[in-house]
């Protein structure tokens, strides 16, 4: 089962976290795993924002073929207003990976407390 680690700031008293879950093509896992873990591309994409904490990628135990992704941010706002700005190249990262997914769907934000 592929999955991430990563350190988060133990300083912060609270993050947000987004949930998404995937159910991708047979064949193509890999290729998910590259572009959706913490050194793919939406992580280097996320990570022009200063208060982009990492994501964590998390495969299903009963089936190779769904992930989880969830991706921490300082807070919502921080993450809206990066979004906003890079709406474009946010769009075109979404068209390029949809090949690789039967379907997918955003679960939740999430507010946590340290």
């Not at 987004?18 to 990570?47: I, M, N, P, T």
């Not at 075109?92 to 679960?107: A, P």
Request: with cysteine; glycine share 8%.
């Amino acid at each position: 089962m592929p999955t991430t680690e990563m350190v988060l700031p133990t300083v912060l008293e609270s993050t947000y976290i987004v949930v998404w879950e995937f159910q991708v093509k047979a064949g193509c896992e890999a290729e998910f795993v590259a572009a959706y873990g913490s050194d793919g591309e939406w992580a280097r994409l996320f990570r022009r924002s200063p208060e982009f904490l990492g994501v964590e990628l998390l495969g299903s135990v009963g089936n190779a073929s769904r992930f989880f992704t969830l991706d921490h941010w300082c807070s919502a706002s921080a993450m809206d207003m990066f979004m906003s700005a890079n709406a474009t190249a946010y769009d075109v990262l979404d068209r390029r990976f949809t090949s690789l997914t039967v379907w997918e769907r955003r679960i939740g934000g999430f507010p946590t407390d340290a």
